[in-house]
């Protein structure tokens, strides 16, 4: 690809991450609500995180792959990315229009495998879009921006069923049935995600590899799938030292996170709300509650991501420092949950969640992007996706439930508890990067 590349104006780096507000739809929709349509459909509290076990398996196996093939991949008109956003797309609409229309649990874990598997497809290569395209001094700045689309998604999509219940649409329904709050939302957030992706590809033009006949001959020489199972291991092996570090900040963030993705709904419901009949109207309103809470953390991501692209743009920031403080509060913000006397008290709480996933969401990337080789970057960015779905199936299989009851009891509040222990000890783990690259723009 070419070195030297131009600096970008803020919308052509706001159109080439565009397409990640409708990933984020899906996203949010499915980290909001589908564990209360698990719940919905009859699933034990303790049984919820081994249902989106689909999610982070697919991620493991799908995003080195998805790399790989994108960095050997180009066509003069279609490019080198973009291809896989728009079959992530097409997938990824069916699966989550059809998502709150399971009638078993059997069902709708296997549309949270198809809607994570396809989200996959597309989600990496939007991440090595911006190193491609980007100058170093601008890719903390185009992280940050990818990142402000996220938390636009994240707001409006984890408020969609409340918003579908303030226009009369029906927000509860017979025993083992999504109410139609739940599924207009879905089907909004289907055509958000196919819309947004599609006008990132009409509107963004990809860079050709700088030495065209050096890519085929290489491309030639790798070709066969035993030849890319084997290059993926290489480089699994020979990832940089700053990227092993940056896998132990993710292993504890993404733990932290997927503890609240899974437990959320149940412990706020429970805890702040006091309801647990799923087909009540009070356990609906309050889960509809959650969904607006939840937002917040989207909504603050955005105002946070806002503030570090106006300074990122102006001035060099120390990544590792800004990643540390801003889990640290996450972390504070999770904790808080427990002790909180009033619903209200939720949006303080996931406000500070939201600076922490702002910085989640830029900071790791801009770190990592500094470290890679440029022709490597789909691959690498795919592989770094491991540091993410490992901690998620180990607290899928049985790490939540065996570390909340064992640290702190058997309420399932205590989830929250965990996941902010959790996001303090990612914060701390910053302190082992030492790359100064990595560190500085």
């Known amino acids: ?50 249902l989106w076990i689909a999610s982070p398996l697919t991620g493991l196996l799908v995003q080195p792959i998805v790399g790989y093939l994108s960095d050997r991949t180009w066509h003069p008109k279609f490019g080198r990315r973009k291809p896989f956003f728009f079959i992530g797309a097409v997938f990824s609409t069916f699966a989550l229009f059809l998502a709150p229309y399971s009638s078993a649990l059997w069902m709708a874990a ?7 598997a396809s989200i ?57 049935v999504v109410p139609d709050s739940v599924k207009y939302a879905f089907a909004i957030g289907a055509f958000v995600l196919f819309s947004s992706i599609l006008y990132t590809i009409l509107t963004t033009e990809e860079y050709p590899p700088e030495d065209m006949d050096l890519f085929e001959k290489e491309k030639e020489a790798s070709k066969g799938f035993l030849t890319g199972v084997k290059e993926i291991f290489k480089n699994i092996v020979g990832m940089p030292s700053v990227m092993k570090k940056l896998g132990v900040v993710q292993f504890f963030s993404w733990f932290a996170f997927f503890t609240m993705w899974s437990f959320a709904t149940p412990a706020i419901t429970e805890h702040v709300f006091g309801a647990t009949d799923t087909t009540s109207v ?39 420092l ?76 049985g790490g939540v439930n065996f570390l909340y009851k064992l640290l702190f009891g058997e309420e399932v509040i205590n989830t929250m508890l965990l996941a902010g222990t959790l996001l303090i000890l990612a914060g701390l783990s910053n302190l082992l990067i030492t790359d100064k690259k990595a560190i500085h723009d």
């Open 1 to 50: 690809m070419t070195q030297n590349k131009q600096r970008l104006s803020f919308w052509q780096i706001w159109n080439m991450s565009f397409g990640f507000l409708g990933i984020q739809f899906g996203f949010a929709l499915q980290g909001g609500f589908m564990s209360r349509i698990f719940q919905t459909l009859g699933a034990d509290k303790d049984a919820i995180p081994f």
């Open 110 to 116: 296997g549309a949270l495998w198809i809607l994570d």
């Open 120 to 176: 996959n497809i597309s989600m990496e290569p939007f991440r090595a879009l911006v190193a491609d395209k980007l100058p170093d001094s601008q890719r903390s700045y185009g992280f940050v921006v990818q990142t402000l689309i996220i938390g636009i998604g994240t707001w409006v999509a984890s408020n969609l069923p409340w918003m579908m219940t303030q226009l009369g649409v029906p927000n509860t329904a017979a025993a083992g």
């Open 282 to 320: 009070a356990y609906n309103d309050a889960a509809d509650s959650v969904g607006n809470y939840l937002g917040t953390y989207g909504l603050v991501s955005m105002f946070y991501a806002l503030i570090l692209s106006f300074v990122a743009s102006k001035i060099k920031i120390n990544r590792r």
């Open 322 to 397: 800004l990643h540390l403080v801003s889990l640290i509060f996450g972390g504070c913000g999770f904790i808080l949950i427990y002790f909180i006397s009033e619903p209200w008290m939720l949006h303080i709480c996931f406000s500070l969640v939201g600076i922490a996933w702002a910085s989640i969401l830029s900071m790791p990337y801009a770190m990592l992007s500094s470290s890679v080789e440029p022709k490597k970057m789909g691959v690498y960015m795919g592989i770094f996706n491991m540091f993410i779905v490992i901690p998620q199936i180990i607290a899928a299989l």
